[in-house]
């Protein structure tokens, strides 16, 4: 099993930066992708970042494209998400997950975070 934990959440400022960290622990030795959801107040979850371990592929989702960075440690089994100009709309409960595929578009995800609130004041 994969243990994953968030944290870094807080309240900011629109315009503001915000940092998250993922901490993955137990068989990591399987985990190929590692990622960021989020699911705001009303909304479904949605899929925000991912990347690969291996080769560090990422992709993201078109509104956080240019203004999300996602970039990991390997060697800490750490994933983390750099959030600038952020805006109300990013206001949410972020989740991390993993799983143990190589690809940033994977079927699943097996291993899911409880995840950190973000709350963006406009």
């Known amino acids: 099993q994969v243990q994953v934990v968030e944290s870094g959440g807080g309240l900011v400022q629109a315009g503001d930066s915000l940092r998250l960290s993922c901490a993955a622990s137990g068989r990591t030795f399987s985990v190929g992708v590692m990622g960021w959801f989020r699911q705001g107040p009303v909304q479904e979850r949605e899929f925000v970042a991912a990347?690969?371990?291996?080769?560090?592929?990422?992709r993201y989702a078109d509104s956080v494209k240019g203004r999300f960075t996602i970039s990991g440690d390997n060697a800490k089994n750490t994933v983390y998400l750099q959030m600038n100009s952020l805006k109300s709309e990013d206001t949410a409960v972020y989740y991390c997950?993993?799983?143990?595929?190589?690809?940033?578009?994977?079927?699943?995800?097996?291993?899911w975070g409880q995840g950190t609130q973000v709350t963006v004041s406009s």
């Open positions: 990347r690969t371990r291996s080769r560090s592929v990422t």
């Open positions: 997950a993993a799983d143990d595929s190589n690809t940033v578009w994977p079927r699943n995800w097996d291993y």
